[in-house]
Each structure stands twice: as C-alpha cells, then as structure tokens.
C-alpha cells in the first residue's frame, strides 16, 4: 500500500495564532492557495490515488475537496486522523495561555510543547497524551492495512499534531519524535502489508521487509510562492 499523508492548509484559527485541537476552523485564503499548489503539484507528477480520506474538522475536509478535483474518488470521512484533542485549551491563543487557564503551565515543558507531550491521559485539562494519540494512529493504520491491498494509493488529510504519531507508526519506533509539519507537507510511504512481512517462503530463512519512504514532511510545492 502507498500511503501519503498531508496537513491541511493554512486555517483561520493558525492565522489567528489559535491551539486549535478540535475546535474547527475554515481554511484561510493562504490555505486555500496552498492546497491548490498541491494540487497543481499532484497533477504535474501524475499522481493517481485509489482512496481520499479525511479528518472530519473543516480545515482538513476543504483541503481534501480541493485535492480531490484531480480524481473521481470520494472523499472518506475517518475520525482517526482528526487532530489532538485539546481539551479546555481548545480555540485560546496561544500567547494568552497561561493568563487565561494558568494551570497549563505545571504541564508544560516550555512554550515549543505545543501538544504537552508529557502530560498523562485523564489529565484535569482534558487533554488528549501522547500515549492515546500514538494508539489511536496505531489502530487507525490496522484499519487501513485491512481495508487496501499493495496496489492501492491512499491519501489521507489530517494534521500536524496527530500526523508526529502516524509517522512514528509507520516507522515502526517506540519513541517519540518531535516535528514541525508545514501546512500542505506531505509523507509519501510505500509499505508491505503485516501479512507479507511475517510470510517466509519455502527455503528462506529470513524474509528482508523492504518499505520505502518517497518524501519526508516536503513543501516542495511551496518553493517559490
């Protein structure tokens, strides 16, 4: 299975400096001009998907429906790409944090823990961790995995909190790892199915698991604009 993930465009809650969490926000006209770039980029490589699915919050949703101009596929609603839930934190600016809900700050690390990376599941602030945002990518890629076979090409919008633990699954790690996802970034995997890695053949003694990585958090669409 392919399976390309990308962030949304530019939202008005980003504009507006927002933690967006599940509170939902329109794509900013800077959103909308960067999922047409992707699109346009698509189109120039000749990409062909089999499968479009999208986070159910609008930013993604409308970046879904610009990209799926290029092919006659409908787009698949799947919750499990939806971003962090933030809990209380949700649609407060980011500057204002910890004057207007100060318990934040006994949680956080320092100002760049965007998603409090550290905070334990059934928190007071009602923040989804790491450890339930990680199990939730982990279930969502079984879905897909038995949902589409090696010859499919699927593309998923989602976001940049939750996309941090996709990539981690799809890599196969245990720990984690912090990355700046641009909006409209994209990550392109090429991946064997779980049942193909665990197949020996007759006569092999180890069976070499070969998956590919074609691009890593690129906005190459973005060069120039």
Excluded at 42 to 51: A, D, E, G, K
Aim: neutral net charge.
């Amino acid at each position: 299975m392919r399976i390309i993930f990308v962030r949304h465009g530019q939202s008005e809650g980003n504009l507006q400096g927002k933690i967006q969490g599940r509170e939902d926000y329109c794509l900013s006209p800077a959103g909308i001009f960067q999922a047409e770039k992707l699109k346009n980029y698509f189109s120039n490589q000749t990409l062909v998907i089999s499968h479009l699915y999208s986070s159910p919050l609008t930013r993604a949703f409308q970046t879904a429906k610009i990209l799926a101009e290029l092919w006659r596929v409908q787009i698949k609603i799947e919750p499990g790409l939806q971003e962090y839930d933030m809990g209380r934190l949700s649609g407060v600016e980011k500057e204002a944090l910890e004057k207007k809900i100060p318990e934040a700050k006994k949680y956080r690390v320092d100002s760049g823990d965007e998603y409090f990376d550290r905070i334990q599941p059934e928190n007071s602030l009602g923040i989804e961790s790491a450890s339930e945002a990680r199990k939730r990518a982990k279930n969502t890629m079984e879905f897909f995995f038995q949902k589409h076979n090696d010859a499919d090409v699927v593309l998923c919008v989602s976001h940049g909190g939750i996309m941090q633990r996709f990539v981690e699954v799809v890599l196969g790690t245990n720990r984690m790892w912090k990355t700046e996802i641009r909006n409209t970034a994209i990550f392109d995997f090429e991946l064997q199915t779980p049942l193909l890695e665990t197949k020996k053949p007759e006569g092999i003694t180890d069976n070499i698991v070969v998956n590919k990585i074609n691009l890593f958090n690129s906005d190459i669409h973005l060069l120039g604009s």
